[in-house]
Nanobody, 121 residues
Framework: QAQLEESGGGLVQAGGSLRLSCTAS????????MGWYRQAPGKQRDWVAN???????AYADSVKGRFTVSRDNAKNTVFLQMNSLKPEDTAVYYC???????????????WGQGTQVTVSS
């Protein structure tokens, strides 16, 4: 079983920036897609951004041009740089990763525990 650990959430004023990090660990053979989702209070969990093992990226329209997803393959870490933050970006942010672990021959999606991002107006 792999584990994802997130960091970097917090409180920021509108227009500000935050950087989230998420590191995968335990029994990892390889990692395919990594990325981020978010869930605002009373709403469903929505996809934010993905980055493939080839570093190809994709973004939800709501964050395109403001957020940047990147990864450090040597450290099994994915980042989310969030600029020009808006109050509507307030949510719990969850990282995910498709991971192949030792003793398996398939990829399985793992989730982080979530980190709170609050943007004040």
């Amino acid at each position: 079983q792999a584990q994802l650990e997130e960091s970097g959430g917090g409180l920021v004023q509108a227009g500000g920036s935050l950087r989230l990090s998420c590191t995968a660990s335990r029994n990892i053979v390889s990692i395919d897609v990594m990325g981020w989702y978010r869930q605002a209070p009373g709403k469903q969990r929505d996809w934010v951004a993905n980055i493939g093992s080839d570093s190809n990226t994709a973004y939800a329209d709501s964050v395109k041009g403001r957020f940047t997803v990147s990864r450090d393959n040597a450290k099994n870490t994915v980042f989310l740089q969030m600029n020009s933050l808006k109050p509507e970006d307030t949510a719990v942010y969850y990282c995910h990763a498709h991971v192949k672990t030792e003793g398996t021959d398939y990829y399985r999606r793992y989730w982080g525990q979530g980190t709170q991002v609050t943007v004040s107006s």
